[in-house]
Nanobody
Framework: QVQLVESGGGLVQAGASLRLSCAASGRTFSSYAVGWFRQAPGKDREFVAA????????AYADFVKGRFTFSRDGAKNTVYLQINSLKPEDTAVYYC?????????????????????WGQGTQVTVSS
């Protein structure tokens, strides 16, 4: 079992930056992919970005356009998502998720139904 806890959300003005954290307990991330999804009010949960811990291959949604980047801390078993140049349309609850991956390929999962472990979410609100 993997337990995930997100943090780092908040209320910021447009143009600001935030760093979201996803900390895991129960298992290390070494054989997992970690994905971020977001859900705005009245909308479906959508893919934002994902990273394979082993090898570091990443995938990003088109709307990210270079504003989001990953980093990792193995000692803390934590993945970070740096979000720059925040826009009001980025307002949503951001969820991290984890999926065990095959270490012999470099596939980065993007679909919500591929992930079996989810955190509780962290709210990001961007004012104009």
């Amino acid at each position: 079992q993997v337990q995930l806890v997100e943090s780092g959300g908040g209320l910021v003005q447009a143009g600001a930056s935030l760093r979201l954290s996803c900390a895991a307990s129960g298992r290390t991330f070494s054989s997992y992919a970690v994905g971020w999804f977001r859900q705005a009010p009245g909308k479906d949960r959508e893919f934002v970005a994902a990273i394979r811990w082993n090898g570091g291959r990443t995938a990003y949604a088109d709307f990210v356009k270079g504003r989001f980047t990953f980093s990792r801390d193995g000692a803390k078993n934590t993945v970070y998502l740096q979000i720059n140049s925040l826009k009001p349309e980025d307002t949503a609850v951001y969820y991290c998720a984890a999926k065990a991956v095959n270490l012999y390929d470099d596939y980065v999962p993007r679909r919500r139904d591929e992930y079996g472990y989810w955190g509780q979410g962290t709210q990001v609100t961007v004012s104009s």
